[in-house]
């Protein structure tokens, strides 16, 4: 089965970087890496997504390994209010499931202050 | 646009009940997605429409679930005979494709006493 893994839990101070790993490796070639982000009783928040190549946005870096079996989330500097659970995912592209997420169950970011 | 939109964002239902949720996706996504969350866990694929057509269902969606997006527009998901096992977070998520970040609802939460 596909799935995705990642640690339960991480700690990060406020104003400093934060690197959420993640591990996937039954990907295949056309599955799409996504990171949302939940906060308690809300649905998940897109954060960022990509194929191959480092991607960047305003929210995060997305950082993906040459064999694509890895990933990490990079929070250039951590808020308060990124403290959420972050979940990896990626889309899963074979015969007609087409685009499914398949969430694992996330690390939960916690930020002091 | 603002956003996916599910209706109600809570509901209590008594054992045996059927129940009916909806779903607003943003207007230019034609792919729709509904989730089943449990607590702790990150979300579970249950089915996926392509405009009108429900193209793929979970083995997780049993006959007492069943799923419609007439004119590809909005979304119904509804439970009949209800179980205490049905007691979750469902949320509903739209994009423009694969490719695309998906936008998900803030969910519904359906308890069964």
């Known amino acids: 089965d596909a799935k995705t893994t990642q640690p339960n839990s991480m700690e990060s101070n406020e104003e400093e970087p934060v690197h959420l790993p993640c591990n996937h490796s039954?990907?295949?070639?056309?599955?799409?890496i996504h990171w949302y982000r939940q906060l308690p009783s809300q649905g998940p928040e897109y954060v960022i997504h990509?194929?191959?190549s480092n991607v960047n946005n305003r929210m995060a870096s997305l950082a993906i390994a040459e064999d694509r079996k890895s990933s990490t989330l990079i929070l250039h500097r951590a808020t308060l209010r990124d403290a959420a659970v972050y979940y990896c995912?990626?889309?899963?592209?074979?015969?007609?499931?087409?685009?499914?997420?398949?969430f694992g169950k996330g690390t939960k970011l916690s930020v002091k202050p | 646009d603002t956003g996916v939109s599910q209706d109600p964002r809570h509901k209590i239902t008594k054992r045996g009940q059927n129940v009916t949720f909806r779903c607003d996706p943003i207007?230019?996504?034609?792919?729709l997605y509904w989730y089943r969350q449990t607590l702790g866990q990150g979300p579970e694929f249950l089915t996926y429409?392509?405009?009108?057509?429900?193209?793929?269902k979970s083995r997780l969606l049993s006959d007492r679930f069943s799923a419609e997006r007439p004119k590809g527009s909005f979304s119904t998901l509804e439970i009949q005979r209800t179980e205490q096992g049905d007691s979750a977070m469902y949320l509903c998520?739209?994009?423009?494709?694969?490719?695309?970040?998906?936008?998900f609802g803030s969910g519904t939460r359906l308890t069964v006493v």
């Open positions: 039954t990907i295949s070639g056309t599955d799409y």
């Open positions: 998520a739209s994009t423009q494709g694969a490719h695309y970040g998906y936008t």
């Open positions: 429409f392509q405009n009108e057509a429900q193209l793929e």
């Open positions: 207007s230019e996504h034609n792919r």
């Open positions: 995912t990626h889309t899963l592209n074979y015969g007609g499931s087409q685009g499914n997420l398949i």
């Open positions: 990509g194929l191959t």
